[in-house]
């Protein structure tokens, strides 16, 4: 990787860090502060995932910091927190000229897993910053559960717990910084899997926590258990219930894409009908703006995959009704 692109390389004032990221007050400074601008619960609205969400200011300088990060030059093959690089492109990667066996894994709990001391080292080694200014990007883009402003910080852990996830101070689950740094933290991880890619000949893609094996020929159990040995090397752990094979005719479901039995992208059957509720539910209550924009937003993930789907409903999605045009 190219790093001496990013303006955050070889940085040793924190004058300049100060400059770079916008921030007026010293207290940024400090790692308790910022932690108590950070507050980690548990959304239970579908399946129950952990939300350690940063408050507007903060919120602003990390996204500072990941328009810097994007600045680094990463694989062709890393999708996700890469600016013109979407989840589409990532399932794009595996469509090849011919059918291909695919093999895929997940990381579980992957962001409250990677640990602080990783991404300080990647700000400390990586981009050689001098101690102070790593330690300073290490807290924008770090919290320490004990420090932050949690209402329920029991449940937070008790729910970690159970996902076998002992560390408190780790990358943060739902800063703009957190999907690029979950790469960039643990390239030598990701190195690893690469190179034994190449020797088998084998296409890889990485997709924050989903990791994706394609080949025109059969992926063997020797290189997925090298997979699985390399992942808990590096002190992570795959959820099992989410390690998938496929075979070249099986439909495959690769980050939210569907590559069909012909090798073609098509758009997933749960998508389509999410798509055909909510356009049924706004032709019987066309004055819903919140049904609408949820319409909108469904139809742009769909045409992600196929630029021409839904012509008739994104016409009437898109369109203004009466009341809107005064």
Known sequence: MQYNNCLLYGLQSKKMLKYLLGIKENCFFNQDYVASLIEPYIDRSRKPRLIEAPDTELKIIQQRIKTLLGQIEVPDNVFSGIKGRSYV????????????????????????????????????????????VSQILSNFTTVNLKKAKAQNITGVCQFLDEKGVRCTNHLISGAPTSQILSYLANHQMFDEMQELADRHNIIMSIYADDVTFSSECRISHRFKNIIYNIVKKYGYKISKRKVKSYSKLYPKLVTGVIIDSTGELTIKNSLRKKIMNEYEHLCDYPGD???RKRLKGLLIAARQVDRSAYPTIHKFAFCSLPSEQK
Not at 92 to 110: C, E, M
């Open 89 to 132: 492109d990532n399932a794009l990667l595996h469509k090849g000229n011919q059918l291909r066996y695919l093999f895929k894994i997940d990381l579980t709990a992957f962001f409250p897993s990677i640990r602080r001391e990783n991404v300080y080292n990647f700000f400390r080694e990586d981009l050689r910053c001098s101690p102070d």
């Open 289 to 291: 703006t919140e049904s």
